[in-house]
């Protein structure tokens, strides 16, 4: 796989840092609560695995399937909801975990959807973001990183399937997906 990658970004160093980073600043936020994380599916998973392991506080985990690129680079601007949460929601402190938000749509949808759903808090994490093609305005709580406007794959994130066992984020060739 190392001969389709551009370049690498963040190494497994640079990620663990920032999650913990993270993982303290939840923490903190939500003192004296409770939270559950809303991991989308699949992509964050490997991200939600590490996170969740420092956060110091009492942790809930449900995920969603939401399908938004399916095996092509470009995003269809359509959100199908394929796994909804296992859970009743009303009250409790929910943060959704994503990998990288793009366009912003699927978020948007998902944000609208869980709000009806009257949780007590809201918020956003996603490790990485990508600004450059943002189509929603989206509020980001919780951010790892900004990445360019390149083909971002590692980490639990894909290209057609492949890639998410990569332990560092990378930019995939563009000879692979064009
Ligand atoms: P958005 O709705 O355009 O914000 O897209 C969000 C979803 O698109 C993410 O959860 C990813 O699954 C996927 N995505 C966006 N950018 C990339 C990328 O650079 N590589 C792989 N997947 C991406
Ligand atoms: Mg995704």
Redesign the pocket.
Known sequence: MLQDIETILFDENALAKRIQELGKEISEDYAGEEVMLVG?LK??SVFLSDLIRKISLPAEIDYMVVS??GNS?E?SGV?RILKDLEDNIEGKNIIIV??????????EYLKNYLLSRKPKSLKICTLLD?PA?R?KEITIDYKGFE?PD????GYG???AEKYRNLPYIGV?KEEIYK
Do not use: N, Q
């Not at 390149?150 to 794959?153: A, G, H, L, V």
């Open positions: 989308i992509g964050a938004s690129y680079a995003t959100v994503e990998d990288i938000i793009d366009t912003g749509l699927t978020l990508k093609r189509v990445v390149e083909f971002i794959i994130i894909d290209y995939l």
